[in-house]
């Protein structure tokens, strides 16, 4: 008798060891202290966030990093591991990952026709469920409609920006120039500038899609407003158009006047944007998303304007613009921690305005922000850019949001090449308007 409750003692503490054993372990099985009332722990997890945010000196890395540690802190449970990349970089990554159905767990996309495909294949989560009103209200109106599809919203975006030619003010006055305000006056100050050693524009047309945003400016201008692609996608234009051939010789014409980097096919969006900010280019069209990092660039703080991008002909208005709606977190449909990514994508977007505020980053965003810009000691060059957004009459969205990607890739590769060699610009029109017919039919 007394061997068999020895054994059964020694049994019950083994027991007992083994729980006390477990809820020393890594991921933590078991707590609690009383036989009985040990409660399981949430698995550790890992979401992987894939990211335009590369740049260590950009606000919006630093703000997406903030509200990361943030969210670990309240959730310890989940881990959230980057996997930083840029834009072309993680293009070519989303596009390999979705067909192969291994998109990350967040991940970005661009609005309308570049995130289309992926809705299409049904790599993406719908959102509709995570969208309240107190989420909804916190949005831009009519901001998400560029995210929704067939009444489904698939991403969440973070910025909405408006382009414009950033011009550094000393480089002009040293030029004795004034802000151009026709295209031909565009031109002439490029070939002065060139003349007295000063690269004119930065653009980093390695990237492609910089060229495009600033031919699209140019098409909007001759089409004397906004909506020519529409035009084209209602099959009431082509792009043999006389508009269109007629924008790719301006944008040739300012190419052909040294406008550009030498060797801008070789450069970079990124190193576009620091040589604009280390003094070295006297212009820079791009988003208004540059503005924080000018904010912070010691050899044009205060130097620099944001100029409405000017007539080309006598046609168009300034007061319209290249609007960016901006790059979006999306969720992979088939995540294995599909609700713990949402729950972060709700963290982030809710916060995501108070966080870009306190960083002096809050131009721009696709989210309100009720706050006093003034107090708050926003610059003159980004309190002048809340008067453009007021300003806007009407928008385009850039080539690639617009036109199905197989069309776009032509379209990028035919501008890239204006900058290795003159090109009659019917034929480039052609080309545009066969790839169109070519993929269009096989839809």
């Known amino acids: 008798m007394r061997s068999t409750q020895a054994l059964a003692m020694l049994w019950a503490a083994a027991q007992l060891g083994s729980l006390l054993a477990c809820s020393n372990k890594p991921e933590g099985m078991f707590t ?59 293009k070519i990554k989303l596009k390999t990952q979705a067909a192969s159905g291994e998109v990350a767990d967040i991940t970005m996309v661009n609005p309308g026709a570049q995130m289309k495909p992926y809705v299409d294949s049904g790599v993406l989560a719908p959102l509709n469920d995570i969208m309240n009103e107190e989420l909804r209200n916190t949005f831009v109106s009519g901001v998400l409609s560029y995210y929704t599809f067939d009444g489904k919203l698939y991403a969440l975006p973070y910025n909405l920006n408006l382009a414009g030619i950033f011009v550094n003010k000393s480089l002009f006055e040293q030029a004795g120039l004034t802000f151009p305000q026709t295209f031909e006056e565009l031109i002439e100050a490029a070939r002065l500038l060139r003349s007295k050693g000063i690269t004119p524009v930065a653009i980093g047309a390695k990237d492609r899609w910089t060229t495009s945003f600033l031919f699209m400016n140019i098409l909007q201008r001759l089409h004397g407003g906004p909506g020519f692609l529409q035009e084209v996608l209602q099959g009431k234009r082509t792009f043999t158009d006389p508009v269109f051939v007629r924008a790719i010789a301006e944008l040739q014409r300012l190419i052909q006047a040294g406008a550009f980097e030498e060797g801008a096919v070789s450069v970079d969006s990124l190193a576009a944007s620091s040589s604009f900010r280390s003094g070295q280019a006297a212009m820079y069209y791009i988003g208004t ?95 002048d850019t809340m008067h453009l957004f007021k300003d806007i009459q009407g928008s385009d969205m850039n080539f690639d949001n617009v036109i199905p990607p197989a069309i776009t890739q032509t379209h990028l590769d035919l501008l890239q090449n204006l900058f290795v060699q003159p090109m009659n610009p019917e034929d480039v029109a052609k080309e545009h308007q066969l790839s169109w017919e070519t993929n269009m039919k096989r839809k």
């Not at 997890?45 to 990361?68: C, G, R």
């Open 289 to 383: 998303w540059e503005i924080p990092k000018i904010e912070i660039s010691p050899a044009v703080k205060g130097k620099v304007a944001l100029m409405k991008f000017p007539t080309v002909d006598g046609k168009g208005s300034p007061n319209d613009f290249m609007i960016a709606p901006g790059t979006a977190y999306a969720l992979a449909a088939n995540g294995k921690h599909l609700q713990e990514s949402k729950l972060f994508l709700r963290y982030v977007t809710m916060h995501y305005p108070q966080a870009a505020m306190e960083m002096n980053a809050a131009i721009g965003l696709s989210q309100k922000v009720d706050d006093d810009f003034v107090a708050t000691g926003y610059t003159p060059l980004q309190l």
């Open 32 to 90: 609690g202290a009383a036989l009985g009332g040990y409660k399981e722990e949430p698995k550790v997890i890992t979401l992987t966030l894939q990211t335009l945010q590369s740049d260590k000196s950009s606000p919006a890395y630093k703000i997406e990093e903030k509200l990361v540690n943030d969210f670990m802190k309240l959730h310890p449970h989940i881990r959230i591991q980057f996997d930083r990349l840029n834009t072309e970089q993680q």
